[in-house]
């Protein structure tokens, strides 16, 4: 119980919201793409061929793990809910994209580089270290637990 009230605190500034909102929209849609074949994204069976195709295997489960980790994930974000779980996860999904896809494309997104990724790893990082702020799921269960 303590960890999960260390988990919940949480920076008390409305700043995180600013971050929360629009980076977690960025990763659910990202994660549907994968998932579930919305906003013209390849789909479980695609993602999981492309992951195989670059060397993360077993494909369908580091599909399934990216996905999942993008969706859910920025579902947390945008909720405020385990705000720095999530964001840690997501950092730890940003890093193995970075460094599995952009790198050797060099920095610019133009070229499929590693800039948009590097700005999604930075407002994660972000996250983990605010909380989810004043305006979180996560502040709500903080002051509850802390009466």
């Given at each position: ?29 990202h994660?549907?793409?994968k ?75 133009s ?37």
């Amino acid at each position: 119980m303590k960890t999960l009230f260390k988990t919940a605190s949480t920076d008390k500034s409305y700043g995180p919201l600013a971050l929360r909102i629009p980076v977690g929209i960025i990763f659910m849609a990202h994660g549907a793409q994968k998932l579930f074949g919305w906003f013209g994204g390849p789909g479980l069976d695609g993602a999981a061929g492309w992951m195989e195709s670059i060397g993360l295997s077993p494909g369908l489960l580091m599909a399934l793990l990216a996905g999942s980790a993008e969706f859910f994930g920025g579902l947390a974000l945008i909720l405020g809910l385990l705000t720095r779980p999530a964001a840690a996860l997501l950092s730890v999904t940003m890093l193995v994209a970075i460094f599995s896809v952009h790198i050797q494309n060099g920095f610019f997104m133009s070229a499929n580089g590693y800039e948009f990724a590097l700005a999604l790893l930075a407002a994660s990082v972000s996250l983990l270290l605010s909380g989810g702020g004043k305006l979180s799921a996560d502040n709500m269960l903080y002051k509850k637990m802390s009466q």
